[in-house]
């Protein structure tokens, strides 16, 4: 596993422009942006042109990635930190939390603008949405990915990163949170998920929509998100090198409890219901006796999850409007505050 930060590499001088004068010089006066890569499909090389879903994560170097685009050293400074180049199955708390650091340290710096991270697609709403949570900055991210190999016919990859760096420059971008953005739709954090196993239009955000779109004439807001998120977030990462461990149960037609009890044994400090059973329901009275969070989410992928009473009095959280896998984020990082059910409840209204 590749885990190394590549230091500062202006796009500028990936190009050789320098000298008094030059287009070097004009470009200190753009604003900055460091880009993050983690991996993923943008990241990823299939053995021929005609290969869209059959290639190998891991075979793009973030060099590569930067100077496909020449046309980000008009719009930007661009430096690029590696954080790893695998795909997004394989992400893991450790290296969200280097991202997440990496990526307070950088906005924390007056001459950037914002950030932007590569990450594949398959988890990337889970990434997204830590990182609305944890990054405590005004300033833009932007998650990005391609649902096409770099070696692709038609890729979607460069024009998604190159729209990422745009918007990230965007001054209408500034307080509203992580955004993801692919095909040109601009979305936050706080709603998406990917929605379609091939298309390049795979991002939703169902029922509220897009916050707006990287056009070809410009970025374009119509609405900004409403819960709470990155400089107004009362999460703090930076001194933690691990998060509780929380874990989903789905529920269908006669789900039996033995998954639930397993990970009860196993250690879980959370457990997130994507729907349930009798019987689950049956178990996570003992879970929540043994002092386990439980938040009760929906395998519907819409809609929320309404305050009951009932489920109150039995210590379970409701997770309002968040899927199960973003639902477990959010868990994870509150418990790292609290795990008194009620407090627990008012993140999950508030996020
Ligand atoms: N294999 C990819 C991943 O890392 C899928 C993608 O990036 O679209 O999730």
Same mark, same amino acid.
């Given at each position: 596993?590749?885990?190394?930060?590549?230091?500062?590499?202006?796009?500028?001088?990936?190009?050789?422009?320098?000298?008094?004068?030059?287009?070097?010089?004009?470009?200190?006066?753009?604003?900055?942006?460091?880009?993050?890569?983690?991996?993923?499909?943008?990241?990823?090389?299939?053995?021929?042109?005609?290969?869209?879903?059959?290639?190998?994560?891991?075979?793009? /170097?973030?060099?590569?990635?930067?100077?496909?685009?020449?046309?980000?050293?008009?719009?930007?400074?661009?430096?690029?930190?590696?954080?790893?180049?695998?795909?997004?199955?394989?992400?893991?708390?450790?290296?969200?939390?280097?991202?997440?650091? +990496?990526?307070?340290?950088?906005?924390?710096?007056?001459?950037?603008?914002?950030?932007?991270?590569?990450?594949?697609?398959?988890?990337?709403?889970?990434?997204?949405?830590?990182?609305?949570?944890?990054?405590?900055?005004?300033?833009?991210?932007?998650?990005?990915?391609?649902?096409?190999?770099?070696?692709?016919?038609?890729?979607?990859?460069?024009?998604?990163?190159?729209?990422?760096?745009?918007?990230?420059?965007?001054?209408?971008?500034?307080?509203?949170?992580?955004?993801?953005?692919?095909?040109?739709?601009?979305?936050?954090?706080?709603?998406?998920?990917?929605?379609?196993?091939?298309?390049?239009?795979?991002?939703?955000?169902?029922?509220?929509?897009?916050?707006?779109?990287?056009?070809?004439?410009?970025?374009?807001?119509?609405?900004?998100?409403?819960?709470?998120?990155?400089?107004?977030?009362?999460?703090?990462?930076?001194?933690?090198?691990?998060?509780?461990?929380?874990?989903?149960?789905?529920?269908?037609?006669?789900?039996?409890?033995?998954?639930?009890?397993?990970? @009860? /044994?196993?250690?879980?400090? +959370?457990?997130?219901?994507?729907?349930?059973?009798?019987?689950?329901?049956?178990?996570?009275?003992?879970?929540?006796?043994?002092?386990?969070? @439980? @938040?009760?989410?929906?395998?519907?992928?819409?809609?929320?999850?309404?305050?009951?009473?009932?489920?109150?009095?039995?210590?379970?959280?409701?997770?309002?409007?968040?899927?199960?896998?973003?639902?477990?984020?959010?868990?994870?990082?509150?418990?790292?505050?609290?795990?008194?059910?009620?407090?627990?409840?008012?993140?999950?209204?508030?996020?």
């Amino acid at each position: 596993m590749i885990q190394r930060w590549l230091g500062t590499v202006c796009a500028t001088v990936l190009m050789g422009l320098t000298g008094p004068g030059s287009p070097a010089q004009a470009a200190e006066s753009l604003p900055g942006v460091v880009v993050f890569t983690t991996g993923g499909t943008i990241q990823s090389k299939g053995a021929h042109r005609q290969k869209l879903s059959e290639y190998s994560d891991g075979r793009v /170097t973030p060099l590569e990635l930067l100077a496909d685009l020449p046309e980000l050293s008009e719009i930007a400074r661009v430096e690029v930190r590696e954080v790893s180049n695998l795909g997004s199955g394989n992400m893991t708390t450790e290296l969200q939390l280097k991202l997440a650091k +990496g990526i307070n340290e950088a906005l924390s710096r007056p001459d950037v603008a914002g950030a932007v991270v590569t990450h594949g697609t398959g988890t990337l709403e889970e990434t997204a949405y830590f990182l609305h949570l944890v990054v405590r900055s005004e300033k833009p991210v932007v998650v990005v990915g391609a649902m096409r190999p770099w070696s692709a016919i038609s890729r979607d990859g460069p024009l998604n990163l190159y729209n990422a760096v745009r918007t990230a420059v965007t001054p209408e971008a500034v307080g509203k949170g992580v955004f993801v953005l692919l095909d040109d739709t601009i979305h936050s954090a706080r709603w998406v998920t990917k929605g379609n196993t091939t298309r390049v239009e795979t991002f939703v955000s169902r029922e509220i929509g897009p916050l707006g779109y990287a056009d070809a004439d410009k970025v374009v807001f119509y609405r900004t998100p409403l819960t709470r998120h990155t400089a107004k977030s009362e999460f703090d990462v930076s001194t933690l090198t691990n998060l509780p461990p929380v874990d989903v149960v789905y529920g269908y037609q006669e789900a039996s409890a033995e998954p639930l009890k397993a990970l @009860v /044994t196993a250690g879980a400090a +959370g457990i997130v219901l994507a729907d349930g059973s009798p019987a689950v329901t049956q178990a996570l009275l003992g879970a929540v006796s043994k002092g386990v969070a @439980v @938040v009760q989410s929906d395998r519907k992928g819409s809609g929320r999850v309404l305050l009951s009473e009932r489920q109150a009095g039995r210590g379970v959280v409701t997770a309002d409007s968040l899927n199960a896998q973003k639902a477990r984020i959010l868990l994870r990082v509150a418990l790292t505050k609290t795990k008194e059910p009620r407090e627990l409840q008012r993140i999950f209204n508030e996020y």
